[in-house]
């Protein structure tokens, strides 16, 4: 496979929006460049130059952009390494370290698809998006995240009028100007590469929307032609010896991926291509959908796996002549938009280490007018915005945890409902109070009845001792179902919206709704 690689260099925030990304007037770009966005930018290029052809019917346009034998990867953030800037990949979700380690200079990181780590405190996924292996040694990695550009716009329905009912604020949370991302455009047939180097080479394209409000342009630099392009580190460094003992494979997403089953419906899951039974999942999912500026419509969304997203097989259970091929080819649908990559055995082994505090890469400045910093009156407005956000996902989060958590008695005890009413005047007291002492003094005082407590079990573990783990120092009731998926929980002075309060706030509000469940079926199992 032969590649252009390219850097991209943000001359404006871009605006890349990403499906369900919080409230009706707002938007919320992706941290990377889709490359569906590079495929339309080119296809843009592409009729300036040829005005009038048709493109659904011509050769040339449909080998370049429709056939799918040349494919638009992602840009992802680029790390300066040993003078050049270098692709940056998605972190690996099956990536952890210690809760308590995110100060240290250096910080051990665990890859828990080849080995998991009893004794690690509170094992959480490192902070950033994309990671990069630095050094030689494959021992070393940096994990970072794009600097963010929040701007928060007023809107009227009509036009230069400001004034209450007919003016709203609506806000942009893009990815900041003057940063550079490296993309590339991989391809068995030379020919087309050239003919797409051409277009590209020097030029200035757009990206993204918004872009009549300063939003999208950037720069397309130091394009090459690379044989033999390879995505992801080969042996020695994508193989150490390490995982070859393991008798594991690995299959790491290195972008999103559009998969079907067999009956052709959407999964999130990869049986409709590997059918053996994973030892390991390390996953998340979402959804996509993107914009046909062509037509001025949104393109159908579908659910994803998510770039990040880590798979472990038995070593045997999937074919190597397979293997070999999704990973040079892609799997999934929309690969000509860059869906649908992944690693096999990228890792540098189990364990390594996170340089927590490094220079960052030497990313530009913006070359445009620096925006003027936000109002009070704004950055009250934006923190709004971020803490309603915040607060829909922990609701989710909330709804699916009451639904699934269940509290069993054994055979000859149970909690009574009296029981249960103390306990959840408990947790009334310290939901109005944000702290957990009417909690732990209840669970003290129990004298006769806490044989119930003991009885009684959340996940093969004692009522009583679940409550006290759960709000205790571990805090294990919020991090273990309720601290997923957040997204941003900072405000823009970058202050944590994950107070204190918030926690017991949604820690009692679990625990009442657990056992108001637990109540209603007592009584009716007793009727």
């Not at 990815?175 to 020919?191: K, L, R």
């Not at 009413?421 to 939901?431: E, F």
Request: proline share 4%; glycine share 8%; charged share 25%.
């Amino acid at each position: 496979m032969n590649a252009l690689v390219f850097q991209i260099k943000l001359l404006q925030p871009v605006l890349a929006t990403q499906v369900g990304a919080g409230e009706e007037n707002s938007a919320t770009a992706y941290d990377y460049i889709p490359g569906s966005a590079i495929r339309g930018a080119v296809i843009q290029k592409y009729l300036s130059e040829h005005p009038g052809v048709d493109l659904a019917r011509d050769h040339t346009p449909r080998k370049l952009f429709f056939d799918g034998s040349v494919c638009y990867l992602n840009g992802y953030l680029a790390w300066e390494h040993a003078g050049d800037f270098q692709r940056m990949l998605p972190k690996p979700l099956s990536w952890r370290e210690s809760k308590n380690a995110s100060e240290d200079d250096v910080v051990p990181v665990y890859d828990f698809a080849l080995q998991k780590k009893p004794d690690l405190a509170s094992p959480k996924s490192p902070p950033g998006s994309f990671a990069f292996y630095k050094g030689n040694n494959g021992k070393q990695v940096v994990i970072t995240s794009p600097r963010r550009h929040l701007q928060v716009h007023n809107a009227s329905d009509k036009r230069l009028v400001k004034k209450q009912g007919e003016s709203y604020v609506y806000r942009y949370d893009a990815i900041e100007a003057g940063q550079i991302f490296v993309a590339t455009i991989a391809s068995a047939d030379q020919s087309a590469l050239d003919e797409i180097l051409q277009l590209l080479e020097g030029s200035e394209i757009n990206l993204g929307g918004s872009r009549s409000a300063q939003y999208g342009k950037v720069k397309i630099t130091e394009i090459k032609n690379v044989e033999n392009w390879l995505e992801y580190p080969q042996t020695p460094h994508g193989k150490s010896s390490e995982v070859n003992s393991s008798k594991k494979v690995s299959i790491t997403f290195l972008s999103d991926a559009i998969l079907r089953d067999e009956k052709g419906q959407y999964c999130t899951d990869l049986r409709s291509i590997v059918p053996a039974e994973p030892l390991a999942v390390f996953a998340q999912t979402g959804i996509v959908g993107g914009f046909n500026r062509k037509w001025g419509l949104p393109l159908p969304q579908a659910p994803v796996i998510r770039a990040g997203s880590v798979f472990v097989y038995k070593e045997g259970d999937v074919d190597k002549a397979n293997l070999e091929k999704w990973a040079g080819e892609g799997i999934g649908e929309r690969r000509v938009d860059g869906f649908g990559r992944l690693a096999v055995d990228w890792s540098h082994g189990g364990e390594f280490k996170r340089l927590n505090k490094v220079e960052s890469s030497k990313q530009g400045e913006p070359e445009y007018p620096s925006s003027e910093p936000l109002s009070e009156q704004d950055a009250r407005i934006v923190n709004l915005v971020y803490e309603h956000r915040l607060r829909t996902r922990l609701e989710e989060n909330l709804a699916g945890a009451v639904a699934s958590i269940e509290i069993s008695v054994g055979e000859t005890t149970r909690i009574t409902n009296t029981q249960l009413s103390r306990l959840r005047q408990a947790v009334m007291n310290a939901h109005q109070r944000s702290d957990f002492t009417s909690i732990t003094e209840l669970l003290d005082s129990l004298k006769g009845s806490r044989k119930q407590f003991l009885s009684a079990r959340v996940d093969n573990q004692e009522l009583l001792k679940w409550v006290e783990d759960g709000i205790g120092v571990e805090q294990k009731i919020w991090n273990q179902h309720l601290n997923k998926n957040l997204g941003e929980t900072t405000d823009v002075d970058g202050k944590s919206l994950l107070t204190d309060k918030l926690k017991v706030e949604y820690v009692t509000r679990l625990l009442d709704g657990l056992l108001r469940k637990t109540s209603r079926a007592n009584r009716q199992e007793a009727e």
